[in-house]
Structures are given as structure tokens and as C-alpha cells.
């Protein structure tokens, strides 16, 4: 592909995924929630149909529901986080090896993709010796990308393994965004923060080279930032925590202004030849998906993986769209293939790859 060495193409040769423990079903959410939230927040019977209306059945978290009904500050988030983020980045980290066929010794490049708990050193150093990673790896930890984590977070990866010939990256999204759930903090995006967000890693191994059972060959991803959109999305730093922002309008705006940053990024994408045979997306909510279907020209129900993630995963931030990925390749999909995903910035973020 255009940017390559020849015969030196990158190639996905692994894909794995990870889930904590605790399993928070959303009828168990909204219960929990009405019992926590109602005292303090008076809009609150106000909100709770969003709770069902996400297209979420169950969600999974590093702490139990016990957990949430005490105040909690950075100390012990971070120690939850630290805890949680550790086990799963290995658990992704370890299926996605075993499925390329290599050793957590054969690894030489390391990007880890966080934005939901701050650590120094960060998940990879913490987990090194447990992983059994070399001395000598290079680590790139990535904060900051929230949603779009997993596609930027690849679009690096894979920019990594082209510079460096024959080394093996290893890609890990992981986030545990439940822990930013606050009693201190209650407004409409944190309510809405409650009944999307779960916890969860993905992790990708990438080299160059024409590889046996390879399972795509990666190109170069592009981005795209908006103007005057910082409050879309992202995380305000206080006292106790991380506070979410998260605009009501990301729906609408995606299905204003996906099209015609994706004619910018791709504007080859519709002629005969270059089209893409599915798009791979971040399900960041039941009307995202909708809102992407309607902006990419899809029948409805055309983006069904991306349902069935979100309605058993809920929204993993960073990972989410590699489990969306993982899915797409284990169906079978062939041809080319475009991930996206939306992020803080606010940025859209695009990578394509080709399955054999």
C-alpha cells in the first residue's frame, strides 16, 4: 500500500481482548443508580430512560457495585485503576500474542493507550516483569485520546512497526472508565456517563513483512480535527477526580459533519475500486451508530457488530472499536476495511486496513 517499503507492508498478525470480573447488568445499573443518584440529583426520573434507551444489556468494571456508593479521590481511584488496568492490559496483551504465535520476549515496541487513570510509571513498566517483557522494549505511552484511542492508538502502532523493520509492536487500549463515576459531581453528562461507560482492554500485534495467517495488512491512518470543538468531549481535572465532558450534540454533529471530513480524509472512497467494503466503528452510543449510519449512506442495521458490542460491553472508550474489529474479522468480512472513530479534539480518527 502507498507509504510502504516494498515487501515491507504491516501486517496485523493479532488481535485480543479483555474484560474484568464484575459484571454490571443495566437493569442492576439503573437500580443502583436510581437508589444513589435520585436523593442527590432532582432531574433525575428525568434522565433514567436513558438508561434504557443505550441498547446496552451489561457492562463489566474492575470494582464491584459496592465500590460506587462511597465518595472515593485520586488516591484510591488510582490504586483501583492501577489494579484493574494492570490485569486486563495483560489478559488483551497475552491473547493478542498467543493469536500471533510470539512471546512477550519477542516484543520490541510497546504503545499503551490510557486516558482514563494517570500512573508513573505507566501500565507497561508496571506490568513488565509480570509479562516477561525485555530490558531494552520501547515504551510509548499515549494519553489523552479518549474514544478515539484505539484507532489513533493503532494509526501510531502501525506508523512504529514502518520505521522499524521486522519489530514487533505490540498495541494495548485499555480503560477503566467506571472508577470516574462521583457522588460529588452530578450533571446531565455525568448521568449519561453512568449509563454508557464499562471497562475493558483490546490489544494489537503488528510487524512488517508478508507473514503466514496474517490477519490484515495496515496502512496509514488519517485524521481530522475540528475547529472550535474542545467541549464536544473530554475530561476537566478537580479535586476528587476526572469529570466527564460530554456533549449532547455529538449525535448530530456526526451526522452533519462525519461525510464531509471522510470526502477530505478519503476522497476517493466511492470510485469504482476504492471503495470500502465495511466501515469499522466506535459504537459510542445506540444514536452514534444510528447517527454514522445515516452519515455514511448505510442501511439501518448495516453496523449490527457495533450493536452487539455496545449492548454487551456498553462504551470501553479507547477499546471499543478493536472489539468491534476483533468481531468483523471473526465473521469472515474481507475486502477493505476503514476503522474510525470520534474522539476529544474533537477529532476523527481513521485507519484502513486490507483482509486477505
Known sequence: MAGDIPGQAVQLLGLGSAQPEHILTQEEVLAEARAVLQPRFAQFDRLAPAFENTGIVKRHSVVPFSWFREPHGWTDRSAAYVAGASAMFCDAANAALNAAGLRTDQVDVIVTVSSTGVATPTLEALVARRMGFRADVMRVPVFGLGCAGGVSGLSVARSLAAARPGAVV????????????????????????????????????????????????????????????????????????????????????????????????????????????????????????????????????????????????????????????????????????????????????????EVP
Open 170 to 353: 505490540l498495541l494495548v487500549a485499555v480503560e477503566a472508565c467506571t472508577l470516574l463515576f462521583r457522588l460529588d459531581r452530578l450533571t446531565k453528562a455525568d448521568i449519561i456517563a453512568t449509563a454508557l461507560f464499562g471497562d475493558g482492554a483490546a490489544a494489537c500485534v503488528l510487524r512488517t513483512g508478508k507473514t503466514e495467517g496474517a490477519l490484515a495488512q495496515v496502512s496509514p491512518g488519517r485524521q481530522h480535527m475540528w475547529p472550535d470543538t474542545l467541549a464536544i468531549m473530554g475530561w476537566s481535572v478537580e479535586e476528587t477526580g476526572l469529570g466527564v465532558i460530554f456533549d449532547r450534540a455529538i449525535p448530530s454533529f456526526a451526522e452533519t459533519e462525519l461525510r464531509p471530513a471522510l470526502d477530505a480524509l478519503w476522497p476517493d472512497r466511492n470510485a469504482a475500486g476504492r471503495r470500502f467494503d465495511r466501515y469499522v466503528c466506535h459504537p459510542g452510543g445506540a444514536k452514534v451508530i444510528t447517527a454514522l449510519e445515516t452519515s455514511l449512506d448505510l442501511d439501518e442495521g448495516t453496523l449490527q457488530v457495533e450493536r452487539d458490542v455496545l449492548a454487551r460491553a456498553g462504551n470501553m472508550s479507547a477499546p471499543t472499536v478493536l472489539f468491534v474489529l476483533q468481531d468483523v474479522l471473526a465473521s469472515g468480512q474481507r475486502g477493505r476495511l476503514l476503522t474510525m472513530a470520534l474522539g476529544p479534539g474533537f477529532t476523527l480518527s481513521t485507519l484502513p486496513l
